[in-house]
């Protein structure tokens, strides 16, 4: 695909799951794929952040056979080496990650999603480039080594209003949680553990999904 028409597919997702093996209750990231895969997920974050280099080729290998077959998304946390050499969709880039203009340079056609913490680096972002961004963290969490303080809903519309490019919302977010966000104005939400740890995954992102759906459609 072309990177328009990856950004007219992103732009239809609801939910934005993202892996971690360590926290999938001793599943591995194909089982979980799987479960997302069957309850709708329309895009998948491959984040590993301490697996081998060539063990997480192979994963991204095999994540972009499971999601080409499902029509799916697939985005590949930092590692746009990875990203471009097993044929992914896009590449999310931290603060410390690789510059998003030599993102640009390396990967014309890959959709580049950047995490923000602040209003200024969202707008630092879309300026540059970015054909999305994360605001996050919105809630506490656990699944980030350097947890940062949560920014709290409020910062969800407070950011939104400054932008003219599509934004997903991160950060300890559940089903006991999600209404505050979408009230915020999110409809692109990302969730790790709320998935991974989820005793039957494929229900939960049907759940999540509805939950979501039922601020956006119509009436």
Do not use: C, W
């Not at 992103?10 to 309850?39: C, H, M, W």
């Not at 709708?40 to 060539?54: D, P």
């Not at 949560?150 to 950060?171: C, D």
């Amino acid at each position: 695909m072309t990177r328009s028409e990856r950004m007219e597919a992103f732009r239809k997702i609801d939910l934005y799951p993202v892996t971690d093996q360590g926290q999938s209750l001793g599943r591995s990231n194909y089982a979980v794929l799987e479960g997302l895969i069957a309850g709708g997920a329309r895009v998948v974050q491959l984040r590993e952040k301490n697996t081998a280099k060539r063990e997480l080729f192979e994963m991204a290998v095999r994540f972009r056979e499971m999601t080409g077959r499902a029509g799916m998304l697939l985005v590949v946390n930092d590692q746009i080496d990875i990203a471009l050499a097993a044929g992914a969709d896009g590449v999310h880039l931290g603060q410390d990650d690789l510059p998003l203009e030599a993102a640009r340079a390396i990967a014309p056609d890959l959709i580049i999603g950047v995490s923000t913490h602040t209003l200024d680096q969202a707008l630092a972002a879309q300026d540059g480039g970015a054909d999305y961004i994360n605001i996050g963290p919105i809630f506490p969490t656990g699944t980030k080594a350097t947890a940062m303080p949560p920014l709290g809903p409020r910062a969800i519309s407070e950011t939104a209003s400054h932008l003219r490019i599509p934004f997903t919302v991160m950060g300890g977010i559940s089903r006991g949680n999600i209404e505050l966000a979408l009230e915020a104005g999110a409809r692109k939400v990302a969730v790790v553990t709320a998935v991974t740890k989820a005793p039957d995954i494929a229900a939960e992102v049907r759940h999540l999904r509805g939950l979501i759906s039922s601020v956006t459609r119509p009436g």
